[in-house]
């Protein structure tokens, strides 16, 4: 069952004249060639072995032992295996170079095959692909991320195909979740960067589409199908028989789009599962507008959920991820990645917060309860695709058991009212929560506890996971396989009684398995009546003689299979717990989710009160006000050398009467904090409506739709790209995108060209975010022109951060206040760097020229004696008119001189430098 089309036929394709193929490599050959575009694991054993291409591809990528096995149309045959007990390690490594694993195992047992014939194979089939978004194992996902497959479809709107819209479906199998959405072309990037797909799916045409190759590309894991995943036309069909429903208006109005997508997840979900149906959620509609539109490249910026290097500490998610569930850590950061839009829903989330914050006798419990509240979506989801071990079963009982506490707990607390006039009633989310709490029934965490043994093995095949006493013919069978040399005691003491041979003796070997043993003398006796009605003879010996009984036999067989019956007991309760648990799956499903949300409310309450974070008000105004904002990641890393961070405040409203929000051009110095700033009014914002409270004395916002972060000359060499290129290409995204719900966040644009280009090229944007686009901006420069606009435009606000200088030294005071910087101190930064004082000293003779020059006429920059920098000042290189300078500014003590004179100094200093040149 193959969902791409072979590339190329491999090469293990049986030949015409088939010479000499054993019936196994036979078999191997015919699931392999089913299966072209995955590794094969092929169990033989203890092992999964992998032949040919298969085995040189894995022993490279897992630095396993390749070696060979027999002779395949006269050439050697490569293998390489790995233990099935460590196959979870080698499959990790493998999906996570972008491999997919069929792993096909021994559908008999060998003795079965046997029976056949002694030339005939074991039965094999592949049972499940392994790739890399329908993963379920613990082992081989991180706890705290979600991990989806996401279906990408594509409707064409006009007949010249220039424009289209695209429908995505996601499903995270391990826990459930299921989504669609449909989007423009346009934010098509957006949407996925926010979802992180651990595999996409796309129909073999959209993945060769020429616009869109080098899309597909860049992203890790982007998997051609064959057509009729995403056939428009069986979608409904497909879908509705996935959920046993009549049809998919069950599910709500989708588009025949947003159908296709999801029969496409569906039905690649059961072509990997191979017969397995995991317990999947209906597909529940994102609407486009829902969430904040984030593009991959402001989440990058931002740090969002990553650091710029690619690590999650330091992050905002890092900083304010306070959940005590792994649950509960997914939850946070699918909310984070797509901050809501709707005024009520986010006030909806942080009244659940607020529940919290005012009551922290409340938070602590509820934070402790939950911490012992295991993995109940991923436990869920093993169990629904066969995957389910003993423990999986106690993690449901776990999990349903802290989930009813909790709201018993929390039932409690709101009847009493808390102290200091706290809430009474509980917010939605949280009655919504606890009522999903109490959902499963409580007869399931009974009997799976009735059932579970205190201590349980990793897999239901090691047996010796239900409770003694559960089940009596089980009790019967282990009983038997214990005791079994008591049993066989007892019986021969009783023949030894019935008959009076009191050296009778029941003895086991492997020919005759158990039998009775007496002395020949004695054996006459037992071959005549009464006893030969019960002893049978099997063998006489020199000495001895043998015998058989019926009851033997039976107690024989008994043994001989207990060990297995107890199992096979055991397997048979566990099918009936994994039902009783299917047939709540939906209850156990929603409890899991309310676990996840009381996680992350009581989590976002403890941070604010750890942190000190406001509840803000978000509405349906253009409104943006911070007071004493900070930066939630750089505030909490200096909190660590016990640096305070030093609030500011941000007030992009627009004037009265209007919608046209503000732009504040922000000048000063390098490391002032003005990238700083910037960043911590995007993250204020996008906390916001996430649903948490922010760091901030006091936030209004009104609601953000779209957020843009761009830095000037931004590395993106891995593209092929230069990055002044990359700079305005993602400029032009702004201009053209942004409306007047947007927050635009621009750092030091247009420094990847030339000073003039660049200057101008800023000008014009401010210009046009100020005319055309209308939207709340933050803009740090470098570029001082700038600041003249502020006389032209009016919403355009001029702000700096304060330094001060001492002692010829700058002290940064990370204090953004209203106006533009005098100058960018940065000569004073580079000394503060350590660049050598032959270097600053020659930096200012060129500086006070260029400013001088500046002021008369700019002239081209072969003018400047930027070019004229000797490799090494020395006296006599040095020109007449700067020797005179240089004398000036070696009389000058900067440690000695007081502001005052040294502005006079300098003033002094720039008018003998006008006169000399
Ligand atoms: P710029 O963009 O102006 O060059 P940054 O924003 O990169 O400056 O800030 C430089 C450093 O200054 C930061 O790494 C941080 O340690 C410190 N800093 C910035 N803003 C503040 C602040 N408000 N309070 C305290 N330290 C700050
Ligand atoms: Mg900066």
Redesign the pocket.
């Known amino acids: 069952m193959a969902l791409t089309q072979p590339i190329d036929p491999p090469d293990t394709e049986p030949p015409a004249e088939e010479s000499r193929v054993t019936p196994a490599m036979a078999q191997y050959v015919e699931i392999k060639a089913a299966n072209p575009d995955c590794l094969l694991f092929y169990r033989m054993g203890d092992f999964y072995e992998m032949f040919f291409e298969d085995a040189e591809i894995a022993s490279r990528a897992l630095g396993i032992v390749l070696t060979k096995r027999g002779k395949y149309l006269g050439k050697d045959v490569p293998l390489c295996g790995v233990p099935v007990v460590r196959a979870d390690e080698y499959l990790h490594r493998l999906i996570a170079l972008g491999h997919r694993v069929a792993v096909c195992e021994q559908l008999e047992d060998p003795a079965e095959a046997r029976k056949r014939g002694s030339k005939s194979v074991v039965r094999r089939d592949v049972v499940r692909l392994v790739t890399a978004g329908t993963l379920t194992e613990d082992t081989l996902l991180d706890a705290r991320r979600n991990n989806y497959l996401l279906a990408v479809a594509r409707a064409r709107l006009s007949s010249a195909g220039d424009e289209a819209r695209f429908a995505l479906a996601w499903i995270d199998i391990s826990t459930g979740e299921f989504r669609v959405s449909e989007c423009e072309a346009a934010s098509l990037s957006a949407e996925i960067a926010r979802l992180e797909p651990g595999e996409i799916i796309v129909s073999d045409a959209l993945f060769s589409e020429a616009d869109l190759a080098a899309y597909w590309r860049s992203l890790p894991v982007v998997m051609p199908v064959t057509r009729d995943v995403f056939d428009g036309a069986t979608a409904e069909r497909r879908l509705a028989s996935f959920f046993a429903v009549a049809t998919s208006e069950a599910f709500g109005p989708l588009t025949r789009l947003e159908l296709t997508a999801a029969a496409a997840c569906v039905t690649y979900v059961e072509r990997t599962q191979i017969g397995q149906r995991p317990a999947l959620s209906p597909p529940l509609r994102e609407s486009a507008g829902a969430s904040m539109a984030i593009d991959q490249a402001t989440r990058g910026n931002l740090e969002l959920m990553r650091t710029l290097a690619g690590e999650r500490r330091g992050s905002l998610l890092d900083a304010i991820d306070r959940t005590v569930t792994a649950a509960g850590s997914r939850l946070l950061a699918q909310r984070l990645a797509a901050p809501l839009t709707d005024p009520a829903q986010i006030a909806r989330r942080l009244d659940a917060v607020a529940t919290f914050t005012g009551d922290s006798t409340a938070r602590a419990e509820t934070r402790s309860r939950l911490t012992a509240a295991p993995d109940l979506a991923r436990a869920l989801s093993r169990i629904s695709v066969a995957r389910g071990g003993p423990r999986d079963l106690a993690a449901v009982r776990d999990g349903v058991l802290a989930a009813a506490d909790l709201a018993r707990a929390l039932a409690t607390r709101s009847v009493t009212p808390p102290p200091q006039g706290g809430r009474k009633n509980l917010p939605a989310e949280i009655a919504e929560a606890m009522q999903a709490c109490r959902k499963p029934d409580g007869m399931l965490a009974a009997e799976l506890s009735g059932a579970l043994a205190a201590d349980l093995p990793a897999f239901k095949r090691d047996g010796g996971f239900i409770r003694d006493g559960y089940d009596s013919s089980l009790d019967e069978t282990r009983a038997l396989r214990d005791e079994s040399r008591r049993v066989v005691a007892a019986l021969q003491a009783r023949y030894a009684e019935d008959t009076g041979i009191r050296i009778l003796k029941i003895k086991h070997n492997n020919v005759l398995g158990y039998f009775v043993e007496v002395t020949a003398q004695h054996g006459e006796k037992l071959m005549a009546a009464p006893f030969n009605g019960i002893f049978i003879h099997r063998q006489t010996l020199a000495g001895q003689i043998r015998f058989t009984t019926t009851e033997l036999g039976e107690l024989e067989s008994k043994i001989a299979s207990a060990a297995d019956r107890a199992l096979g007991l055991e397997l048979e309760i566990f099918e009936r717990l994994v039902a009783s648990v299917m047939a709540e799956s939906a209850n156990i499903k929603d409890c899991a989710g309310a676990l996840a949300s009381l996680d992350v409310a009581s989590a976002l309450a403890h941070l604010a009160a750890e942190r000190d974070y406001t509840r803000p008000l978000v509405d349906d105004s253009h409104a943006f006000v911070i007071e004493g904002g900070?930066?939630p990641v750089?505030?909490q890393?200096?909190s660590r050398d016990g640096?305070?961070?030093?609030?500011?405040d941000c007030d992009l409203s627009p004037p009265p009467e209007s919608h046209a929000g503000r732009i504040w051009l922000?000048t000063?110095?390098?490391?002032?904090?003005?990238?700083?700033?910037?960043?911590?009014n995007a993250l204020i914002a996008i906390l916001a409506q996430t649903g948490s409270y922010v760091p901030a004395r006091h936030a209004h916002i009104g609601v953000v739709d779209r957020l843009f972060s761009r830095v000037g000359a931004a590395d993106d060499l891995a593209r092929g790209r230069s990055t002044f290129m990359v700079e305005m290409v993602e400029t032009a995204a702004i201009l053209n995108q942004a409306g007047e719900r947007a927050l635009v966040i621009l750092?030091?644009i247009g420094r990847g060209t030339a000073t003039f280009d660049g200057l101008s090229i800023a000008w014009a944007t401010v210009e046009h975010l100020h005319a055309v686009n209308k939207c709340r901006a933050l803009f740090?420069t470098h570029f001082h022109e700038l600041t003249a606009l502020s006389a032209r435009l009016d919403r355009l606000h001029n702000a700096t951060?304060r330094v001060k200088e001492w002692q010829g030294e700058v002290v940064?005071l990370?204090?953004?206040i209203a106006g533009a910087a005098d100058h960018s101190y940065g000569i004073q930064v580079a000394k503060l760097a350590g660049l050598p004082a032959s270097v600053i000293e020659r930096a200012k003779v060129v500086l006070a020229k260029l400013e001088q020059e500046d002021r008369a006429a700019p002239k081209g920059f072969e003018d400047l004696p930027l070019f004229a920098v000797p490799s090494r000042p020395s006296q006599d290189a040095r020109q007449p008119a700067e020797d005179l300078l240089a004398a000036a500014l070696a009389a000058i003590n900067p440690d000695d001189l007081s502001p005052r004179e040294a502005m006079e100094a300098l003033y002094r200093l720039k008018e003998q430098a006008a006169k000399k040149a």
């Not at 000063?668 to 911590?680: D, H």
């Open positions: 900070r930066h750089v505030e890393a200096l640096t305070p961070f030093v609030a500011n922000i000063g110095p390098n490391m002032a904090g003005k990238s700083t700033f910037l960043r911590q750092d030091e740090a951060v940064f990370h204090e953004v």
